[in-house]
């Protein structure tokens, strides 16, 4: 089994040399990396377990989060500010989640006021619950994934006003 912080490293030395692919395995789990370009896939093959939790299929459950427009303003309106916004992006690849369970609600929604520490979504990879946190004080104008999507290694989840 792989730990994060060596998948973040081995992402950030395949990132910063010519290696295009590295595909390791251990312990019956396969780790591959494939550098954007060639292909912008990062797989984690792990033994198949139960998961925690299941998602329905979304086209049978609409978000009300993710909308065209982004909170109180326009479409017009946000690509006026859309560059002084933050994105707050996937540190790995993943299942994004809303909430902490199925029946609890989303830890952030459009129009939320975050702070730098506030936990915004939980990614789920190799079966390990990683909570990630704002990183900037602000107001979220737009939530980019969907509950249960998978999400890859530098995706885009949020979008955020900075104060």
């Known amino acids: 089994m792989f730990k994060l912080s060596e998948i973040k490293e081995l992402i950030k030395l395949v990132d910063e040399t010519s290696v295009?692919?590295?595909?390791?395995?251990?312990e019956?789990?396969?780790?591959?990396?494939r550098k954007p370009g060639k292909s912008e896939i990062v797989t984690v093959q792990a033994p198949?377990?139960?998961?925690?939790?299941?998602?329905?299929p979304q086209?049978?459950?609409?978000?009300?989060?993710?909308?065209?427009?982004?909170?109180?303003a326009t479409a017009g309106?946000?690509?006026e500010y859309a560059s002084n916004l933050h994105k707050i992006v996937s540190p790995m690849v993943?299942?994004?989640?809303?909430?902490?369970?199925p029946d609890?609600?989303?830890?952030?929604s459009i129009?939320?006021?975050?702070?730098?520490?506030t936990t915004v979504c939980i990614i789920e990879a190799m079966k390990l619950m990683n909570e990630l946190e704002a990183e900037v004080k602000g107001e979220i104008v737009e939530i980019l994934a969907e509950n249960g999507q998978l999400v890859e290694y530098g995706q885009p989840l949020f979008l955020v006003k900075p104060e």
């Open 28 to 33: 019956g789990t396969r780790l591959l990396i």
């Open 94 to 101: 993943g299942t994004f989640y809303s909430s902490s369970s």
């Open 59 to 72: 086209a049978a459950i609409p978000n009300p989060q993710v909308q065209s427009d982004v909170g109180h």
């Open 20 to 26: 295009h692919e590295l595909e390791i395995e251990n």
């Open 111 to 117: 129009g939320s006021k975050v702070g730098d520490k």
């Open 104 to 108: 609890a609600a989303p830890y952030v």
């Open 48 to 56: 198949v377990t139960a998961p925690a939790y299941t998602v329905a």
């Open 77 to 79: 309106e946000t690509k």
